[in-house]
């Protein structure tokens, strides 16, 4: 079965507005609640951190981070203890980062492809509790193991819109976060190439692909939509509005053109982000 998840914008909400949206999203009964790391807005770990406190259920999604702010070791810390903390509950995801920001904050590398390449594995073998000695471009580990791995490692995501970073996601991921806006027409080519590249690493389990997908309800939610993506957002399945019946049907197709998990993203400006939540929960129902 597919799950439905949904956005809490770092653009349309400062922090003070998080913990409302948290529980409006538990009592809701929402999956999984996403955040990502924008510069220069708020922190993905101290929000996973908090909403996983605050919540029993809900599962939190960091969709995403981006690599280059981070020493590979501290990620991997963070990481390590939220899931312990929250066994099962935390989906963290990786990315490049918008290349403008990371040389603003003096992180800007001249191969995003190749910090990704040597920064994921080593974070995925310290969640397995391995001691990790690696010297790379980048990343440049002596003897390094977590004093406190996961019992269970968290699967890591990776997010790609470029073919090479797609295939990369594939090779050195166990998922992929698919950014949304594409046809379900573009998203088949996307997934091939993820998938493509997880055959080539050897790797022995498909990758998991999540995709957001912008979405409005109620009234005015077609204007919303028009407004945040422009007329060309609206075609072919590229967003979702209307009643949670309409929004399922694009979820529908996304589902079987392969997505796994469909996060829906509030067009700006959604008047009741708790009703969103709830429409979210009815989609989740009506697919299942």
Not at 126 to 151: A, H, I, K, M, Q
Not at 194 to 221: C, H, M, Q
Request: aromatic residues 8%.
């Amino acid at each position: 079965m597919s799950s439905i998840g949904a956005v809490f914008s770092p653009y349309q909400h400062p922090p003070e507005d998080f913990r409302a949206a948290v529980h409006a999203a538990e009592a809701a009964g929402l999956s999984q609640l996403w955040l990502w790391e924008d510069c220069f807005r708020e922190s993905a770990y101290a929000s996973a951190a908090a909403a996983l406190a605050w919540t029993e259920n809900l599962r939190v999604g960091i969709g995403i981070a981006p690599l280059p702010l981070r020493n590979v070791a501290v990620t991997a810390m963070e990481v390590a203890t939220i899931e312990r903390m929250f066994p099962g509950r935390l989906m963290p995801g990786f990315g490049h980062g918008v290349l403008e920001w990371m040389g603003q904050a003096g992180a800007r590398v001249k191969s995003p492809l190749t910090l990704m390449r040597e920064q994921l594995p080593a974070l995925r073998a310290l969640l397995e509790g391995e001691e990790v000695t690696f010297s790379g471009r980048y990343v440049n580990l002596d003897r390094v193991r977590l004093d406190w791995p996961p019992d269970a490692a968290p699967a890591v995501y990776a997010a790609g819109e470029g073919p090479k970073t797609l295939a990369l996601a594939g090779a050195v991921a166990d998922g992929a976060i698919l950014t949304g806006g594409y046809s379900s027409a573009e998203v088949v080519d996307q997934i091939a190439r993820v998938r493509a590249g997880a055959r080539e690493a050897g790797r022995e389990n498909e990758p998991k692909i999540v995709s957001y997908l912008t979405a409005a309800f109620g009234d005015g939610a077609e204007s919303r939509v028009r407004e945040a993506l422009g007329e060309r957002g609206i075609d072919d399945d590229r967003a979702a509005w209307g009643d949670p019946a309409e929004v399922a049907q694009v979820v529908r197709r996304l589902r079987d053109v392969g997505i796994d998990d469909v996060v829906l993203s509030p067009a700006a400006g959604e008047p009741d982000l708790g009703e969103f939540f709830r429409a979210a929960v009815e989609v989740e129902r009506l697919i299942g």
